[in-house]
């Protein structure tokens, strides 16, 4: 029998990837659009539209993407970073635009002679998961990579998540670190500093 962990990952990377395929060999509308309402949202929120530094991820196997943010922060001069997964942790390189190349698990990374930038240098990380709950709690992957990061110095961590990805509850272990925010292609869950309307 799976552990609790285990198994809610195997519903919700199921769910995922189908929500993320594209249909007829088509582009991704869903993702298209979740992409950039995600970056509407994230522009509702004062420390994204005056962060300086902001780190990113590539999207894998269904997840939410952030390029559409990342673009625009780059766009307003934020300096912009990616992950790469190197001896069980994460290094985060600036990232401008150049060509990432497939990392350990499949997922685009930055070159490593890019340079190295500090956790603690970020205004804002956002944050992959497989699922979250309303209070920020968070179920990774299961390599504790981000974590190792959220548990050190670093700015505001916020999770991007699709909407069926926030649940009611997630198995924590001592480990496992919450996110200061949440957000979704539907808007803000927790951590919301919304514009007037």
Do not use: C
């Not at 990774?140 to 981000?146: F, P």
């Amino acid at each position: 029998m799976l552990d609790p962990k285990a198994a809610l990952r195997a519903q919700l990377r199921a769910r995922r990837a189908a929500h993320g395929t594209p249909v007829d060999g088509g582009p991704n509308h869903t993702q298209d659009g979740g992409a950039a309402a995600l970056a509407a949202h994230l522009d509702t929120h004062a420390a994204w539209r005056s962060a300086r530094s902001v780190a990113g991820f590539m999207a894998v196997r269904g997840e939410l993407a952030v390029t559409h943010a990342l673009s625009a922060a780059r766009a307003r001069g934020a300096t912009v970073a990616l992950p790469r997964a190197f001896g069980g942790r994460l290094t985060f390189h600036r990232w401008a635009g150049e060509a990432l190349q497939a990392g350990a698990y499949g997922i685009l990374e930055p070159d490593p002679t890019l340079p190295l930038l500090d956790p603690a240098s970020f205004d804002v990380l956002l944050v992959p998961g497989v699922a979250f709950t309303s209070a920020g709690a968070r179920l990774g992957q299961g390599g504790g990579y981000y974590d190792r990061v959220l548990a050190g110095p670093r700015g505001l961590a916020i999770g991007v998540a699709w909407a069926f990805q926030v649940v009611d509850a997630v198995p924590i272990d001592p480990w496992d670190q919450p996110v200061d925010a949440l957000v979704t292609e539907d808007g803000w869950v927790l951590g919301t500093s919304r514009r007037p309307t």
